[in-house]
């Protein structure tokens, strides 16, 4: 009988996935909040075992309404609990943590350099743009999520070296078409307009519920698992699309009912830098 302390047994699902061939791919989460932490954890689950974990924050009782750790957590690095739970869930798994703001990080870059993928976590554009940045610099690919204003959907995007946009090209191809996702562009909510402009706490913005981030987070988790199984002999059908806009629920002239979700597969764009960096790197 094998020893369930020692071992994560993988049998109950390798008919669909060999989780084997993830055991030594390296996985860089930025940001361990309510939805970089559930996505790490299916990865996880799904046999990703080293890892490189970004996230300056402490767990606190604000977030116990979203966050899924636990009371007992209060107080304690983020990085270190999600450490704490993923050698737990597999005693084999390698982990590094850094309770850094990865655009002042002095590791960050590094890390990037030897990750297979990294996972875009922030809930800051500037952050999304800066982890983009990086990685299309270091010919890796990542996988970015968000979710919208109040948690009517959100936005899950792919980038995977001379095959796809990058995230600027994203924003590029957004604007081009008049496709402006942004949380400025979605309104404010009356709550939004009374704290802003009546108690004046302009960094206010409405949150969605546990439910509306994690149902984003698994998306991403989905992305994540196609890119790396791109060139494996898994059964598993990989996705077409680098791009998906998911409606957690109908909103007036955004989505028309739940669960609607657009997808598309986006190219590089010619005025977009990682084009240029894409063609010096064939050179």
């Not at 996505?39 to 970004?54: F, Q, S």
């Not at 966050?67 to 704490?84: A, F, T």
């Not at 798994?93 to 890390?111: G, L, R, Y």
């Not at 060139?231 to 806009?245: A, D, G, H, R």
Request: charged share 25%; glycine share 6%.
């Amino acid at each position: 009988m094998k020893d369930q302390n020692y071992s994560l047994e993988f049998d109950r699902i390798s008919y669909l996935l060999n989780p084997e061939i993830f055991s030594d791919k390296r996985i860089t989460v930025v940001g361990l909040g309510s939805g970089g932490t559930p996505a790490c954890d299916h990865l996880v689950m799904n046999g990703i075992r080293i890892w490189e974990l970004y996230d300056p924050d402490t767990l606190e009782p604000e977030n116990l309404v979203k966050h899924p750790r636990m009371r007992k957590d209060l107080g304690r690095l983020k990085v270190d609990i999600q450490k704490e739970w993923i050698e737990d869930r597999n005693p084999h798994a390698e982990v590094k943590t850094f309770a850094e703001d990865v655009m002042q990080s002095p590791n960050f870059i590094e890390s990037v350099r030897r990750s297979d993928l990294v996972l875009s976590c922030s809930d800051k554009k500037s952050v999304r743009e800066f982890v983009s940045d990086q990685c299309v610099a270091a010919k890796v690919p990542f996988v970015t999520a968000s979710v919208f204003r109040t948690g009517i959907g959100g936005e899950i995007f792919g980038y995977i070296p001379s095959q796809t946009g990058c995230y600027k090209c994203l924003q590029l191809f957004s604007e081009l078409n008049q496709l402006d996702l942004s949380d400025d562009a979605l309104g404010l909510t009356e709550d939004e307009e009374s704290r802003i402009y009546g108690l004046d706490e302009k960094e206010f913005r409405a949150s969605g519920l546990s439910i509306d981030i994690q149902m984003i987070a698994l998306i991403q988790v989905r992305m994540a698992l196609s890119i790396l199984l791109r060139e494996s002999t898994q059964s598993m059908p990989t996705l077409k699309s680098n791009w998906i806009v998911y409606a957690n629920r109908p909103a007036p002239g955004i989505f028309r009912s739940h669960f609607e979700a657009k997808q598309m597969l986006l190219k590089p764009q010619k005025v977009c830098y990682c084009t240029n960096i894409n063609h010096q790197l064939e050179d």
